[in-house]
T-cell receptor
Framework: DAKTTQPPSMDCAEGRAANLPCNHSTISGNEYVYWYRQIHSQGPQYIIHGLKNNETNEMASLIITEDRKSSTLILPHATLRDTAVYYCIVRVVAFGNEKLTFGTGTRLTIIP | DGGITQSPKYLFRKEGQNVTLSCEQNLNHDAMYWYRQDPGQGLRLIYYSQIVNDFQKGDIAEGYSVSREKKESFPLTVTSAQKNPTAFYLC???????????FGPGTRLLVL
């Protein structure tokens, strides 16, 4: 699975959009981009994933660049409960490759 | 409610003692996973199982053992051979080749 690079920390004002970047310059054509988040001392929570098209769900939007070498997770109206560590993961979805490789992620702090 | 339960929330181990962490899911998922998380770090895969009575080593299996006698249950034993067991242990499950893994709340293991 390709390696990802994320900034170690970010702040965002409550009510504003939080934009979390992820670099995955070695991504291959069959690898998906996943985002999970982990609130302190809890299990990680799935947010969203995509292959090459932009995706949106009730939690967030995922913007993947045309060359697929980077992506941005957007939380449109951040609340204090969005304070967490956000992990960007790249993986092939295939039988026998079920592992999620978590890096150190981005610690997002929402400021009141 | 469907989900993954882990027990206990906190567990204390004495030197030389084996301890077993419980993980149960009622999501009817075939695949289950155990991850370890150290402070400020991402998750590392210990063991995973894609089907009952079968399991594979992850990246850091030494000092751990698992069993998968039932679809719903995937207990992890931390043996005395694991010299640095203090960590946060997370269990997850998924349908093989499905996009997402669902995580339990975790068990924090401390050595006395």
């Amino acid at each position: 699975d390709a390696k990802t690079t994320q900034p170690p920390s970010m702040d965002c004002a409550e009510g504003r959009a939080a934009n979390l970047p992820c670099n995955h310059s070695t991504i291959s054509g069959n690898e998906y981009v996943y985002w999970y988040r982990q609130i302190h001392s809890q299990g990680p929570q799935y947010i969203i994933h995509g292959l090459k098209n932009n995706e949106t769900n009730e939690m967030a939007s995922l913007i993947i660049t045309e060359d697929r070498k980077s992506s941005t997770l957007i939380l449109p109206h951040a609340t204090l409960r969005d304070t967490a560590v956000y992990y960007c993961i790249v993986r092939v979805v295939a039988f026998g490759n079920e592992k999620l490789t978590f890096g150190t992620g981005t610690r997002l702090t929402i400021i009141p | 409610d469907g989900g993954i339960t882990q027990s206990p929330k906190y567990l204390f181990r004495k030197e030389g003692q084996n301890v077993t962490l419980s993980c149960e899911q009622n999501l009817n998922h075939d695949a289950m996973y155990w991850y370890r998380q150290d402070p400020g770090q991402g998750l590392r895969l210990i063991y995973y199982s894609q089907i009952v009575n079968d399991f594979q080593k992850g990246d850091i299996a030494e000092g751990y053992s698992v069993s998968r006698e039932k679809k719903e249950s995937f207990p992890l034993t931390v043996t005395s051979a694991q010299k640095n067991p203090t960590a946060f242990y997370l269990c997850a499950s998924s349908i093989p080749q499905q996009e997402t893994q669902y995580f339990g709340p975790g068990t924090r293991l401390l050595v006395l």
